[in-house]
């Protein structure tokens, strides 16, 4: 008989096997009862943002696709002129055109265009009339991480005297770092920035990296869930890749807590 | 034992322990790849294999939004033309500046187009710190501010932070040494809190973060910034 049909490893092979089927197999059943959570999640938010502005939803039947698109036009435009109200700057994203911009009290500061989108079909199983509406006000940022600092903040003590002086050198401002990061938004949706095509080979393994960690944390989050008898989290997202230039003028120029716009049709 | 040449039983010739060895290794290389094959079904496949159930959401209202029959298309337009303009006025049709402090570019607009674009110099981001635990962060606010002063032949008035940073003494508040002539260029344009829009005589350094807040550009730049700009004119960092 053969090293490798020997009984124990037969056995060990086999239950390996199956138990990765199971447990991929509940896993995945978990993320979709977490998916249709996070649909009702993203309603029950946008429900009460609109009824905080005391706004209502002003349709009954399915319109035909002229009015379906002034209504989208409508919101964004309403969006736009909320957030444009802030001191701050905030970032407005228009899907069907791929296009992020940066404004300040609704002037475009910087405008960039993302070479890939990709949004999460959680959007799709909102209810199209609350989705439409609820786009009409801005969501807020809850958190970020990226590979860069936010704030590239550099400490310098004072010389005590002119002998301990020594004139600053020319700053570095090669692009050198990577530039990838993830914006999420209240109520957990993730908006992912990452910078196309790495100009170094390395740049490319740190993207990677980053993003196996983002998931590596993600499901350990789930797996710390799940040991308390709860479902997964779905988080919706969108995915962006552009330039790096880009991302980093964004990510710096975005306020920690500021505002975001979408537009997703 | 049967030693033949067409029939010899391998097994028998190795070693029990270097056996044991073997299947230990191997019994521990197949219960790790079933945990890499997890951990990359958890990490990449399972989110889009969860969302192959979704299905497209119909139409549907909820039963406390406003019941209305039919949309008016006409009043609708004009909501849309409305706000547009709205969003569209925010815009000045007076003159302006863009400012991006991350990679320390300007652009000047005039009539709600670009008339010019160019090198400037913002914060340094650098965090000074005393012996006498005060310190100042130089960097660049970011916002909208507007044109609250104009001067041609500036004059820079020293703040504390100069002297220490080049550990020299700091002088009174009104002491006349303070006050440096030609180091700001032929103009200035104040935008509040102290914040200059200014030339500089370090020209080497424009499209870098060096400043101590205020915006530096070069001669011509500057001029034309100074004569576009109005008080009052809006100046958009990012």
């Not at chain 1, 993830?182 to 990677?208: H, M, R, T, V």
Request: hydrophobic content about 40%; aromatic content about 12%; proline content about 6%.
């Amino acid at each position: 008989m053969s090293l490798f049909m020997r009984k124990p490893i037969k056995i060990t092979l086999y239950t390996t096997a199956i138990l990765v089927v199971i447990v991929a197999v509940t896993y995945t059943i978990l993320k979709v009862v977490a998916f249709q959570k996070a649909i009702n999640n993203v309603e029950q938010y946008m429900t009460n943002e609109l009824d905080k502005r005391k706004k209502t939803i002003e349709w009954v039947a399915e319109p035909d696709s002229n009015i379906k698109s002034l209504l989208i036009q409508k919101a964004y435009y309403q969006a736009l002129l909320t957030a444009s109200k802030s001191d701050s700057i905030f970032l407005a994203i228009n899907i069907p055109d791929s296009s992020i911009s940066l404004m300040i009290k609704g002037v475009v500061a910087h405008r960039a265009k993302a070479e890939q989108v990709k949004v999460s079909p959680l959007f799709s199983a909102i209810n199209p009339p609350l989705l439409i509406q609820g786009l009409s006000v801005p969501f807020t940022i809850s958190k970020h991480t990226s590979t860069i600092p936010k704030v590239p903040l550099m400490v310098k003590i004072a010389p005590r005297d002119t002998s301990e002086y020594t004139p600053d050198v020319i700053p570095d401002t090669t692009d050198l770092d990577p530039v990838n990061f993830i914006l999420e938004l209240k109520p957990n949706i993730l908006l992912y920035f990452y910078e196309s095509n790495p100009s170094q080979s390395s740049d490319g393994f740190n993207q990677f990296k980053f993003d196996l960690r983002e998931r590596t944390w993600t499901v350990v989050q789930d797996f710390k869930r799940i040991s308390k008898l709860k479902t997964p989290v779905y988080k919706p997202y969108i995915r962006f890749r552009l330039n790096k230039k880009d991302a980093k003028v964004i990510y710096r120029a975005v306020p920690e807590h500021g505002q975001v716009i979408l537009r997703l049709e | 034992m049967n030693t033949t040449e067409n029939n010899i039983d391998f097994n028998s010739e190795i070693n029990p322990k270097i056996k044991r060895f073997g299947y230990a290794i191997l019994l521990i290389n197949i219960i790790l790849s079933g945990f890499i094959i997890l951990y990359f079904y958890f990490t990449y496949f399972s989110q889009p294999v969860a969302e192959l159930v979704v299905q497209n959401r119909k139409w549907t209202i909820a039963l406390d939004s406003v019941q209305n029959d039919k949309v008016d298309l006409k009043k609708l337009s004009k909501e849309v033309a409305t706000l547009a303009q709205q969003f569209q006025n925010l815009t000045p049709s007076q003159p302006y500046i863009v400012v991006n402090t991350t990679y320390n570019r300007f652009r000047l607009y005039k009539n709600r187009k670009q008339v010019r674009e160019g090198f400037c110099s913002t914060g340094s981001y650098t965090l000074l710190k005393s012996h006498d635990k005060r310190q100042w962060i130089f960097h660049t606010p970011k916002g909208m501010y507007k044109v609250l002063g104009k001067v041609t032949n500036p004059v820079w008035r020293r703040p504390d932070w100069s002297y220490v940073e080049e550990g020299l003494p700091i002088p009174s508040a009104n002491d006349p040494s303070r006050w440096e002539a030609g180091v700001l260029g032929d103009y200035a344009l104040s935008i509040g809190d102290g914040y200059l829009i200014h030339g500089t005589i370090y020209k080497r350094f424009l499209g870098m973060p060096v400043t101590h807040g205020c915006i530096r550009m070069n001669d011509d730049d500057l001029e034309a910034v100074y004569k576009t700009l109005e008080l009052e004119s809006k100046v958009y960092i990012y």
